[in-house]
């Protein structure tokens, strides 16, 4: 009976050993992939899966090496659903983020991000992302461009009366907010500055216009973002 019990132990070692060591160190080849060897990586992968079918690792990797954005999402979202505790879910949650990014999905992106920031929030992700969010904000400065005298907001009596304003940017650098606003005020166009905290990170918003109806918002927000190549939106005034 303790014969069989002590062989019954030395098999749980053994197929604990054997779960570990399926699980594949892949920094040689994201390293290879980052020196541009992606297809002699693509290569050994169905022999790896084959060698090492419960490498969580080799999955991540997998995704890495997946061209279509849209297969590649699929299969990190996969991953990090099944090996939340991987050392490489918020490096998937990341790649997931920068893809809607990257197609203008802000929305989803931001969604996606706050769940990495929940997640993972020693993630060095994190950091990369916001950087990445800075740079949008800031590329939202456009040369100057001839505008047209219907670009001008629709003028409001007093500053009491308006519900909507324009959202022209936002920025972490002050400079750069500042810069917006004395391009726009140039043109005659109504603009403040004013500081909001996001995740204890401080923006300076640059709002433009003073609008009484939504519909006169949009009009206004369609030339400011075609005229000078930004990306506002409309904001509520009891929302500010």
Request: negative net charge; hydrophobic residues 35%.
């Amino acid at each position: 009976m303790i014969r069989i019990f002590f062989q019954i132990i030395f098999l749980l070692l053994i197929l604990n050993v054997t779960s570990f060591s399926q699980e594949v160190d892949i920094v040689p080849y994201l390293k290879q992939i980052e020196k541009g060897e992606s297809e002699a990586v693509k290569s050994i992968l169905p022999k790896l899966k084959k060698d090492n079918p419960s490498s969580a690792n080799l999955i991540f990797l997998e995704g890495v090496l997946t061209e279509n954005g849209q297969e590649a999402v699929s299969i990190y979202q996969s991953f990090v659903e099944k090996y939340p505790n991987s050392s490489y879910a918020d490096a998937a949650l990341y790649r997931i983020y920068s893809y809607y990014y990257a197609l203008g999905f802000y929305e989803t992106a931001g969604k996606v991000l706050k769940n990495l920031t929940e997640k993972y929030p020693d993630s060095p992700y994190i950091k990369m992302a916001l950087s990445q969010e800075e740079a949008k904000q800031d590329e939202a400065i456009s040369e100057k461009t001839e505008i047209t005298e219907n670009l001008k907001p629709i003028e409001v009596k007093n500053d009491a009366d308006y519900k909507f304003t324009v959202q022209a940017g936002a920025f972490v650098k002050i400079e750069n907010a500042s810069g917006l606003k004395s391009e726009l005020e140039n043109e005659g166009i109504d603009c403040e500055i004013r500081d909001k905290n996001v995740g204890g990170t401080t923006f300076h918003v640059v709002y433009a216009g003073k609008f009484k109806t939504r519909t006169d918002a949009e009009k206004f927000l369609q030339q400011l973002n075609s005229r000078f190549n930004l990306n506002g939106r409309i904001v509520e005034k009891e929302k500010l």
